[in-house]
């Protein structure tokens, strides 16, 4: 079964890069609307928000331009995510760039514990925070969404990764170019900024 | 002995199997005798399930469309080109 699924996947997308090259505009604005998100987080985090996008739209022109060599080791996304990561890379490095690990980013005042550590207030279980409820719930997802965009370009990197795209820290480590330890923190900080975000709103 | 704060800032850790073996015991007996911070694991774990379901996107004014057209235009030249 699992086999199967794979299979149909790794068809699926050999049907997509066949499309591409072939020039069928709905594969190009299937891959677009796919991959422009994450490959533009990327950029974010090594580059920094004021010339991502420009490396975004090079890296779009370099894949295509190499589309037909494309030997499908890897999957259309970790190529495409690969190309914009080196591009980035080597803008950082003929610029002498230096995007902050955490620009921006303050640690909330932490209110919660008292001198020894310990919680001072209960935390109670969240019953109705399922996915399923978010997704009914606009108001909370929004709030999910303005705390997420609050965050730092290399956290917002971690968790789009890592929690949203299931890549491994080993991979995020190589892609962003940063140590494991840092993308443990920068992805713990991102987790952290998204709960309190929905604790509050559940206080309210 | 691990305090509640220990927990918060080692909980992603925990979750993802990244402790060496002393600590990941010394934080779970901690969850064993503290309830806040079972509810807190608790909260976290569904913060990432909802995170990965609402999958939050960068700000971005790129007209998508037009980049794919862009792209398209492109792939004909280049790959009619090459013919």
Sequence with gaps: ?204 | MLQCKDVTDETSNYIEGDLPFSKRIALFLHLMICRCCRNYVQQFRKTIDTVSVVRPQEVDETDRQALAKKLHAMCDKTHSGEK
Aim: charged letters at 25%; glycine letters at 4%.
């Design chain 1, 1 to 204: 079964m699992i086999k199967n699924i794979f299979k149909s996947q790794r068809d699926d997308e050999n049907t997509l890069i066949q499309n591409l090259v072939a020039g069928d505009p709905l594969a190009f604005e299937y891959v677009v609307a796919e991959y422009h998100n994450l490959m533009l987080s990327v950029a974010r985090a090594i580059v920094g928000d004021s010339i991502a996008d420009e490396v975004v739209q090079e890296a779009w022109i370099s894949a295509i331009k190499a589309l037909p060599k494309f030997e499908g080791r890897s999957s259309l996304k970790t190529w495409l995510v690969q190309i914009v990561s080196n591009g980035a890379k080597s803008r950082v490095r003929r610029e002498n760039r230096y995007t902050p690990l955490d620009d921006g980013w303050e640690a909330v005042p932490s209110d919660k514990f008292d001198q020894t550590g310990h919680r001072i207030d209960d935390v109670l279980p969240w019953e109705t925070a399922t996915p399923e409820a978010l997704l009914a719930n606009t108001q909370l997802q929004e709030v999910i969404e303005q705390a997420f965009q609050a965050l730092p370009a290399m956290q917002r990197a971690a968790i789009t990764m890592i929690d949203m795209e299931g890549y491994k820290i080993d991979e995020v480590c190589n892609i962003l170019d940063i140590s494991s330890s840092n993308a443990r923190v920068l992805l713990h900080r991102a987790r952290v900024a998204v709960h309190d975000a929905i604790e509050q709103h559940q206080d309210n």
